[in-house]
């Protein structure tokens, strides 16, 4: 089966996106191409995994350092596994919703990874 769009984005990510919602709303038929998973990079593999790993690691700095300004925090202990298990559970929902929204305006969208041809 073959189908025609106006506009095919190239990822599901945060420029392929919102072009694609833009492009809806202005009328156009759209595809979004989504090689992985849709979010990208920052909410799945960059940013956010980041925020919730430097944060507990700034956490255990300050205990570390609060003795100097006359706290003590007894048995202070980063469960690692437990860290990376709440990473895994923070991003999970991600590329569902992510799908979901364009899915709603009506953006069609394939799992699969584009190539030009001709």
């Given at each position: ?27 156009a ?39 100097g ?40 969208t ?9």
């Amino acid at each position: 089966m073959e189908n025609t769009y106006d506009v095919i984005a190239l990822g599901g990510g945060l420029a392929g996106r919102p072009a694609a919602i833009i492009a809806r709303r202005s009328g156009a038929s759209v595809l979004i191409v989504e090689a992985e998973m849709f979010g990208g990079t920052c909410p799945l593999k960059g940013c956010i995994p980041k925020k919730v790993l430097i944060s507990s690691a700034e956490i255990m700095e300050n205990i570390r350092r609060s003795p100097g300004l006359r706290i003590t925090v007894q048995n202070a202990h980063l469960d690692w596994d437990g860290l990376i298990d709440l990473k895994k559970a923070i991003i999970a929902p991600v590329p569902k919703e992510r799908e979901k929204r364009p899915e709603k305006l009506g953006i069609h969208t394939l799992s699969g990874r584009a190539r030009f041809t001709g």
